[in-house]
């Protein structure tokens, strides 16, 4: 296939190209370049063309980093709901949701997605039924097994079931033959996981060579009961019942932060990528730590605004040099799926932040660098940097193409008024999967 527009943004390294063009043959890029040079090209004749005008940008598939597909139903969350109230309320729907409705659910949010630009996510598994509505779809992605709730000292049967929940998905997976599909594992915080529990999913994932995604330092909840085993965490477990609370809750608080006590828990290993989402509540040497650990972060600004968790050291994370990606997290808390929003919220973030450090912004860097949140460096931390990402050929065909006013830097024209209303068209591994007529197949 061949598509042109008024403009391309590679992301891997080149500048914007006018009056742009990208050749597709199967599943892969053959060329981006110039219109009239890959036009010129003499594998270029034959194809079925598809042109989207001189206000249109053509863009790698977008990366959403960290989204659970399945809660979809719950949301919209429309108004700031603190995030222990808003956890009851989770485990509530969860339980009264009529099995049927999962897969609607998962369905929903991954049209949604589609519809917004995006090829590619760092999916949380539940259940399961993400992971099959991306591989129905063909979106690319991770899909991060999630063990959930094993705080007692006795945890074999819930990991024996996470066991077999990974092998389905490992099913899902291989039967849809997509090298931009993969399985990863996620223990989920360090507040509904014993220790123990998260050794056992990081011991998997190692033995597997799986990547792994954890959510860190999301609530000030989390941090307190971390550092001194008090706080909503601790009343909530207090009144949970059920399994032996955690060892910190017993303790009284390690005087450690979210990141530095599942570091203890061995999630951080050479060679082995490690995901952490959120990030919000780190301490002075955290980012250090991140650094030297080879981890990446999954941002999801919006989200932690209306659960009111606070705000990540955006600013100092990107001069880290850490790998960073950019998530929407659920719908059930968020307003939307648009991850266009997100670079918007992250953009306010980093410029709340350089002005209380008395740093100026340079706008058009941020705008780039954001993009590439969600794209080439997006890939990076999901360890998918290989297939997607960029529009470099040889890579999966995942392609985005957005209407454009105007005519200044394409790069803040997306990050600063682009939502996913303004996507024309995505396509994932060569084939038109969304026009903005609506789904294709």
Known sequence: MLITAGCAL?????????????????????????????????????HERR?????????????????HLEYTHLGPLAAPTPFFPWLRGLSDWSGARAEEDWGASAADGADACLRGGVTCLGEIVTRGEGVAAMAARGLHGVAYVELFGARGADFAPRLA???????????????????GLRVGLSPHTPYTLSGAAIGA?????????APLAIHVGESPGEAEL???????????LVTAGGETPLEPFRAGGYGLSPLAYVAA???????????????????????????????????????NDLLCCGEAPVATLLQAGIPLGVGTDSLGS???????NELRALAAIVRRQEQRAGRPVDEGALARRL??????????????????????????????????????????????????????CTMTSGRVVYEAAGVVG
């Open 10 to 46: 590679p992301m891997d390294g080149r500048p914007p190209i006018a009056d742009a063009a990208v050749l597709t043959a199967g599943a892969r890029i053959v060329a981006v370049g110039p219109r009239r040079e890959v036009l010129a090209r003499p594998d270029a004749a034959g």
């Open 51 to 67: 042109d989207f005008g001189a206000g249109a940008v053509l863009l790698p598939g977008l990366l959403n980093a960290h989204i």
């Open 161 to 179: 079931r996470f066991d077999e929940r990974v092998a389905r998905v490992r099913e899902i997976v291989d039967a849809a033959g997509d090298p």
């Open 201 to 209: 999913v990081v011991a998997r994932a190692h033995e597997a060579g």
């Open 226 to 236: 971390l550092a001194s085993g008090t706080g909503p965490i601790a009343d909530w």
């Open 265 to 303: 828990q061995g999630v951080f290993r050479p060679g082995h990528p490690a995901l952490v989402v959120h990030a919000v509540h780190l301490d002075g040497d955290d980012v250090a730590a991140l650094a030297r650990h080879g981890a990446a972060v999954a941002l999801c600004p919006r989200s």
């Open 334 to 340: 968020n307003r939307d799926l648009d991850l266009f």
């Open 371 to 424: 993009l590439a949140l969600a794209t080439a460096e997006g890939a990076r931390a999901l360890t998918l940097d290989a297939e997607l990402g960029t529009l470099t050929p040889g890579k999966l065909a995942d392609l985005a193409v957005v209407a454009l006013d105007g005519d200044d830097d394409p790069y803040r024209a997306i990050v600063e008024r682009a939502s996913a209303a303004d996507v024309r």
